[in-house]
């Protein structure tokens, strides 16, 4: 990333403290500004009405429009400004383009499962104690569920999540965040969940019977990726009485299996796929 | 697109000329340190890794950090920081909440087209002279083609982007970049892009042949919101030999006639779906 590296003026006291108020006011106002592009961040938008929305003069947002230009935040486009490349790259980074990769590969399996079983299906990667979801297919008559593509959910309480922290090693049990409750049957207690984990990972098969929302089932399966690390789940939801965990399994245990050698043999070396 | 001009507004230094290094020193330090998260904006990192990777000093970075944070830019988790809420929402605002909005609606029917037909199928939004694709399905054997969830190409050479066009009011014709060629069978002469548009809004029906891959067919047909704008377009896309226009384009009508019945009858007032 580009090493703007330093210039000698870092020796001297980064932010002399004299001009501590106006770092301050300038890294608001840049702030401001890039908050003010709203709905048109990729059309563009004049500085006149930038200064406007973000309550500042226009000669004020215009200087601080270069520094974020000179940056790489914002972009002119003819007499307008954009958010800038750089800018969506600091929310995108390194990780996104592998998840883009990931999703790339396994979208197949994704349709697969939800051709078979026609229930709403997700694939979804483990993010710290978090679930980020890759994709979600379900036909006219969905269930709503919490889950969105880009979206998170906690991992403690979804089978996608349980299917992937069952695999963590070292078990992360004590560095775990407190166990929110959604439902009367959301696990709260850590042994309990780390007994319900070890289950898991013996018979490689997650449930969620409820814990993130009344009346919701969930079945997931990891998808294993060179060294034998799950880097994806791939689940089915639905209504309680529609979802028959054993009824399911079978096609789930096989298509995440064909999408783990797919993984494993598309890996160029074998670090490719070990990091989530 | 840098037309670097320098506008008579910069005459009148709204940030005091005294203060004027320390200002751009203050927002080049704030964009080195968010870019410095790398992989970790969700996880966190400590704030020497931080200082160490956007090279300046722990005291700086940590200053910094805390006007960052301030303005929701940043957020502490512990010891650590990771990126927060706020940047995330400059980069996705409104308009991203109204495309999550059209792509929960609107999966059923791209499952629903790959189902019926098998090639490949998209879901797109018109931005400006892109599309952004929202979905993104496809099977075992899928063709390599440019469009992947979240990205974008032309519209003037894809079958989706043509679907849109074809409805802008006004035509935008004047306004239109120059169109860039990707292969020799781009349209890059505006005049046959608007004859082929009149063509399309007469017929209701897109194609793509071989212009942004060659090889690569795709058929598009819009999806109408209330007030009959076009929101998204539908489309299929396979090697040349396999997608025939006459054969597919009953279903992929039938279909984005179902989706904009759907996007009418849920619309909760005649504003909301009206606006790209």
Do not use: W
């Not at 889950?147 to 906690?154: A, E, L, N």
């Not at 299917?163 to 409750?181: C, F, I, N, S």
Request: with cysteine; glycine share 8%; charged share 25%.
């Amino acid at each position: 990333m580009s090493s703007r590296s330093v210039s000698a003026a870092h020796q001297t006291p980064l932010l002399p403290k004299d001009h501590g108020h106006s770092s301050n006011a300038a890294i608001d106002k840049a702030v401001n500004l890039l908050a003010a592009f709203r709905d048109e961040g990729s059309s563009g938008v004049g500085v006149s009405e930038l200064a406007r929305r973000a309550d500042m003069y226009k000669s004020t947002a215009y200087r601080v429009l270069e520094i974020l230009e000179r940056n790489g935040m914002v972009e002119r486009v003819g007499t307008c400004y954009r958010l800038g490349r750089r800018l969506y790259e600091i929310g995108h980074g390194p990780m996104n383009e592998r998840r883009d990769t990931l999703r790339d590969s396994l979208i197949p399996f994704v349709v697969d499962v939800h051709q078979h079983i026609g229930e709403t299906t997700h694939l979804a990667v483990l993010d710290g104690s978090d679930v980020v979801y890759l994709a979600k297919l379900y036909g006219y008559r969905q269930v709503r569920s919490p889950s969105r593509v880009g979206g998170r959910t906690p991992a403690h309480c979804t089978a996608v999540g349980k299917a992937l922290l069952a695999y963590e090693r070292p078990p992360k049990a004590q560095k775990r965040p407190v166990l929110q409750r959604y439902t009367s049957r959301t696990i709260t207690d850590p042994t309990e969940l780390d007994m319900q984990l070890a289950r898991i990972r013996r018979s490689g098969i997650a449930f969620d019977d409820e814990e993130i929302q009344p009346g919701l089932r969930c079945v997931a399966v990891p998808v294993f990726g060179p060294n034998g690390i799950p880097v994806a789940a791939l689940s089915i939801s639905g209504p309680t009485d529609r979802i028959d965990g054993r009824k399911h399994t079978p096609i789930l245990r096989r298509i995440a299996s064909s999408a783990s050698t797919l993984l494993v043999s598309r890996a160029p070396s074998s670090s490719q796929h070990s990091r989530r």
